[in-house]
């Protein structure tokens, strides 16, 4: 499996087959920067917000799931569950979905733009190889609030999304406070844009991997 980072919360995931998703594709209006055109054969969208479900930037004609599913797209398994964009049940910014996905037997999870802590979603993902989270708050959970999940989750990579960026045009914190929740050890951050992983990860304590935004 290849995962690669788009930018803001948007990953490509590309099956051994290339069976391909792309994740909450976002408008330059809102984020500040343009997403590089890519093909996928699947959208996942987590809501319907315009820096996560902007399909402009993606090339072909691929299925667009936006609610809860329980499905195969040819080799990879995708499953979603209801969740809250904010901390009061989704009055202030409405519904989220965490999109679950089995590529090449390994379990990755996008949380879209969860808002608080669930202890049934901890549950629900518990031990995933890889969690995608948001951790710079305003509009998603905050960089202690992305630490809870992994703390309870123990994914064994956690790839921070969502945060504050030189590009960005739009006031999130940055990385910076999420990753000093870590450890300097379980921290790479060596400016790849991509992640291969050939196989389930076995490390027993979770890694923290920070990615660069693909550029074309």
Do not use: W
Not at 16 to 31: K, L
Not at 33 to 53: G, K, L
Not at 55 to 62: A, F, S
């Amino acid at each position: 499996m290849k995962l690669q980072y788009l930018g803001h919360a948007s990953f490509r995931l590309i099956s051994e087959m290339g069976t391909t998703v792309v994740t909450d594709p976002y408008s330059a209006a809102m984020v500040g920067f343009e997403m590089t055109p890519v093909r996928c054969d699947v959208i996942t969208v987590s809501h319907h917000h315009q820096d996560h479900d902007c399909t402009d930037g993606i090339i072909g004609d691929p299925a667009v799931l936006d609610e809860e599913v329980s499905l195969a797209a040819d080799d990879i398994a995708i499953e979603s569950v209801a969740t809250y964009h904010d901390d009061v049940k989704g009055a202030k910014r409405g519904n989220n979905l965490v999109f679950m996905f089995l590529v090449d037997g390994i379990k990755v999870v996008h949380m879209g733009d969860i808002g608080c802590y669930d202890e049934a979603v901890a549950d629900r993902i518990r031990d995933c190889d890889v969690l995608l989270i948001p951790v710079g708050g305003t509009f998603t959970v905050d960089a202690v609030g992305a630490k809870q999940y992994v703390d309870a989750v123990k994914p064994r990579i956690v790839i921070p999304m969502h945060y504050r960026t030189s590009e960005h045009n739009f006031n999130v914190d940055g990385v910076d406070k999420f990753l000093a929740l870590f450890p300097q050890s379980a921290i790479t951050d060596n400016g790849a844009d991509s992640l291969v992983l050939n196989d389930a990860p076995d490390n027993a304590d979770t890694r923290v991997v920070v990615l660069s935004r693909f550029k074309d």
